[in-house]
């Protein structure tokens, strides 16, 4: 995807299928082709009438909404939070998920959650807690300090000064096919999934 307006919503990095048995192909097309497509879309209407904005990256749209023409900063806290929260979503995806937690995770982890079961117990709680439509995240502070934390709608982690490392879409349409209303299968079933080594570099990026 272009980092800067007109954004273009780019294939998937692996068939639609991949994350078989636990998110089913349909699903995943219907996810980045339909929804997230009308995220991408609707932005670019947004910014296309304020060219002063079309060089801001995504991550900067959402840092520095408040100061973007207030006609437009809901719509572009909404729509360039859609494209943010999908795009990290689909990218913290992987089948299988990696055994043993890789790079500074595998110290991380247990110092902020005593091990990988107190994580894996903590953002399920959180991620059942989210009332509606919404994300659970794993974020790190300015200090490199790791939160679990959750978002409504497509509200992000910058919003409280938190800097995403990996999240969990827990909106029905991420789930709802295979899962019904059962959020907490589809949670079960996302941890065979998550993108340990994508969440690190995450990390990495931030903290070199």
Request: negative net charge.
């Amino acid at each position: 995807m272009n980092n800067h307006y007109p954004f273009v919503n780019s294939p998937l990095p692996y068939p639609y299928d991949a994350m078989e048995p636990y998110i089913d192909a349909l699903t995943m097309e219907l996810h980045h082709n339909r929804h997230l497509q009308t995220y991408v879309d609707n932005l670019n209407k947004l910014l296309k009438d304020y060219p002063a904005y079309h060089r801001l990256s995504l991550e900067e749209l959402l840092l520095y909404v408040k100061s973007l023409p207030e006609n437009i900063q809901t719509g572009i806290q909404n729509n360039a939070g859609g494209v943010y929260n999908h795009i990290l979503y689909f990218s913290c995806l992987k089948n299988p998920s990696a055994d043993i937690l890789p790079g500074p995770l595998e110290q991380l982890i247990p110092k902020y959650f005593q091990d990988f079961e107190g994580f894996r117990a903590a953002f399920t709680k959180a991620a059942l807690s989210v009332f509606g439509s919404g994300y659970a995240w794993l974020a790190a502070d300015a200090f490199g300090h790791l939160h679990i934390m959750t978002t409504s709608n497509q509200d992000t982690p910058f919003s409280q000064n938190l800097f995403p490392l990996l999240n969990l879409d827990v909106w029905e349409h991420a789930y709802y096919l295979k899962h019904y209303n059962d959020r907490a299968a589809y949670i079960g079933d996302w941890f065979h999934l998550a993108n340990w080594e994508q969440a690190a570099e995450n990390y990495r990026r931030l903290f070199p």
